[in-house]
């Protein structure tokens, strides 16, 4: 009987456990019920509430009118006489404006119209405030982000930021007069630049600001946020009604030289199939830096509209070529091709030439030097500087100007006839004879061009070793992929890192002829690289100087501001961005310029040399430069200028377009700048 109670109880037991059980089981049942309506509520108001700032006031003036309401209603209890509508504007008063709270009385109105003016402060105005600087917050920094669309005509569009952009934009602002000219043509009033980058913020409108200087004007630029490989980021630039657009490259960019290239090319690509372009005719003048010479044709081929390209590091090989041909000649470029003070090259149109000789012409300008022409044959702008005698001005003749000013280019009267000066003796403009021994210090990707660019001159006989840290395997690679014109020039390879001064010792550089200090392209930014330039200069000067057997210098540069730190040294300095901006820049405003930039910098048609004067009929005289003018047509030439070496400078100075009038002693140590083409 007793175990027959006990397995009783032990049976009740169980089933109170089970009923407990069940009845913790059915209250999570009801929690998670609970919960996940809550889940879903908070869900469906956060979908609702990130829609935008308009959905946002819509909730709280929702909840507000919930809560006038609720405040009507309870008021309406302890109120005789009024109406339903009467009491819950009563409550909407209160919860908006805290200065009726005085005018109510009865501790139970008082009560209601207290509780309803406090949520009337965290509701109505804090949330009101909240909304609303949320808003204005977000709308100021999708505005600082540049996705907002352009609206303008005639800009001048630049795609992609590098620090060449920044020498591009800088070069615009300071060339008044060519902008000026160029929006009128395009029947535009101001300059307008749009830039399209990756990321636009305030550091990026600080850079350029820092890069443009005192010519900085906010109003007339515009950044936008974007690739330019995407289509809909490029209709946010209005790419189709703009001027000019410019493609600048980036020298230290982190896809490299070869990728950047491949870069540009998409970009060609993206403008010209987009979907907005119906006409090839109609897509604007498109103006793109390639690094890489042998992509300029697919480059071309890539846009179906105008387009110029411009090799970068063809453009620097040669320049550095043609400087050690005739060494100072950096000093020419640097005025013609930069915003330095001096001379640049000028296009003019001048109908009124139409059939004229063209030594009448010339004689037309006095404050300026006629060196050609710019024809139109088969579509394409070619040169023609330097013509020979009896070259006749057509029509739709453009005539190419060196001037000071583009007012210098304004012709005056009838030129009056000049008479050949007796005696005049041919000057024999040779090639210079022997070989010339040059050192490359450094690697980057225009060394493989430069190579090919001192092959490219067969009359003329150069010995070329470079010395790098680079393995010299990877760099006879280059040199021997590059061109086929390389395999006739022997090129020796070197592994020293010339900021050492034991490797530069090694290299024995006073037995050069010329040194090259190329900028390196492998560091991360161009103050790196010219901070290593800068100190293997330095070295070198110091072995230099213990030598007595002259070696000529020849450094470049990668960023404007690091010139002055070479300070007053007897070297040669390219800055290779600020040219290459400079070009891309003047190309884009004058598109003619493109044709006489290649026929300078190029080995066939003429070329700028020095002139010595020993030798020559001005040997010992004491002439105007209207003379000299004179006496070098009657040979051949064009005279640019004088190069006084005199004075104990070891630059010496450069009279470029002096003033006709100007008289010049010239010694021995003197040349003639001029314009001619070797026999």
């Known amino acids: 009987m007793r175990r027959v109670e006990c397995a009783g109880q032990a049976l009740r037991s169980m089933e109170v456990g089970e009923e407990a059980g069940h009845r913790e089981e059915r209250v999570l049942q009801r929690e998670n019920v609970h919960m996940r309506l809550a889940n879903r509520l908070r869900f469906a108001l956060e979908r609702y509430l990130i829609r935008g700032a308009h959905y946002q006031l819509l909730a709280v003036a929702a909840l507000i009118g919930v809560i006038s309401v609720l405040g009507g209603v309870l008021v309406g209890w302890g109120a005789r006489g009024e109406t339903a509508s009467e009491s819950i504007w009563w409550a909407f008063l209160r919860l908006t404006d805290p200065g009726y709270l005085g005018d109510d009385a009865g501790f139970y109105r008082r009560t209601i119209s207290t509780v309803l003016t406090v949520l009337g402060y965290v509701l109505f105005m804090g949330s009101l405030v909240a909304v609303l600087t949320q808003w204005l917050n977000s709308t100021m920094r999708r505005f600082e982000a540049g996705f907002t669309p352009v609206a303008r005509k005639n800009h001048i569009l630049i795609l992609g930021w590098t620090a060449r952009a920044g020498i591009v934009i800088r070069d615009l602002f300071l060339s008044e ?245 007796p005696g005049s003796a041919g000057i024999p403009f040779e090639r210079p004879a022997g070989a010339k021994r040059v050192l490359v210090l450094g690697w980057s990707h225009k060394v493989p061009r430069l190579v090919a660019e001192f092959a490219s001159y067969p009359d003329e006989s150069f010995v070329v070793e470079v010395a790098s840290t680079v393995p010299s395997e990877v760099r006879r690679a280059a040199i ?125 048609g003429a070329e700028i040399v020095f002139q010595p004067v020993p030798g020559s009929p001005w040997q010992g005289r004491s002439l105007t430069f209207a003379e000299i003018e004179r006496d070098l047509r009657v040979r051949g030439g064009t005279a640019l200028g004088v190069h006084r070496r005199g004075y104990g400078l070891d630059v010496g100075t450069f009279y470029l377009n002096p003033a006709k009038s100007e008289v010049f002693d010239l010694s021995d140590a003197d040349e003639i700048v001029l314009l001619t083409a070797y026999a």
């Not at 870069?263 to 979907?275: R, V, Y």
């Not at 090799?311 to 330095?340: D, K, M, N």
């Open 177 to 421: 007069g060519r902008v000026r000219r160029f929006l009128q043509r395009r029947g535009a009033r101001r300059l307008h630049i749009v830039l399209l980058a990756e990321e636009v913020g305030l550091h990026l409108v600080q850079e350029i600001r820092s890069r443009v200087g005192v010519s900085w004007n906010p109003r007339q630029i515009t950044l936008r946020s974007g690739s330019a490989l995407r289509g809909a980021h490029l209709t946010r630039v209005d790419f189709l009604r703009a001027s000019a657009i410019l493609l600048p490259a980036g020298e230290f960019s982190e896809a490299g030289p070869e990728n950047a290239d491949t870069h540009t090319i998409k970009t060609l690509l993206s403008l010209s199939n987009h979907p907005v372009v119906e006409d090839a005719a109609g897509l604007p003048l498109a103006v793109a830096e390639i690094f890489d010479a042998r992509k300029e044709e697919i480059a071309r081929e890539a846009y179906r509209g105008p387009i110029e390209v411009l090799a970068g590091s063809a453009v620097i090989a040669r320049l550095i070529t043609q400087t050690v041909r005739h060494p100072g000649l950096s000093h020419v470029y640097s005025e013609l091709l930069t915003h330095a003070s001096g001379c640049e090259l000028f296009v003019r149109e001048v109908p009124e030439f139409t059939g004229e000789a063209f030594e009448q012409v010339r004689r037309r300008f006095a404050d300026a030097v006629l060196l050609g022409v710019v024809r139109m044959e088969e579509g394409a702008f070619r040169p023609n500087l330097n013509p020979p005698s009896g070259f006749m001005v057509e029509e739709g003749d453009r005539l190419v100007l060196m001037a000071h000013a583009y007012e210098d280019t304004r012709p005056s009267g009838v030129g009056a006839a000049e008479a050949s000066p």
């Open 480 to 604: 021997e992929r590059y061109s086929e014109h390389c395999g006739r020039l022997p090129v020796r390879q070197q592994e020293a890192d010339y900021t050492v001064r034991q490797d530069l010792e090694r290299l024995e550089p006073a037995s050069y002829d010329h040194i090259v200090m190329v900028g390196s392209d492998r560091l991360p930014s161009g103050e790196e690289s010219d901070a290593r330039t800068i100190v293997g200069y330095l070295l070198l000067q110091e072995i230099l100087n213990e030598e007595t057997r002259e070696t000529r210098l020849l450094v470049e540069l990668m960023d404007p501001e690091n010139v002055g730190l070479l300070g007053r040294h007897a070297c040669e300095v390219l800055v290779s961005p600020v040219i290459l901006s400079h070009m891309l820049a003047q190309i884009a405003l004058r598109r003619e310029l493109a044709c006489v930039f290649d026929e300078l910098f190029t080995t066939t």
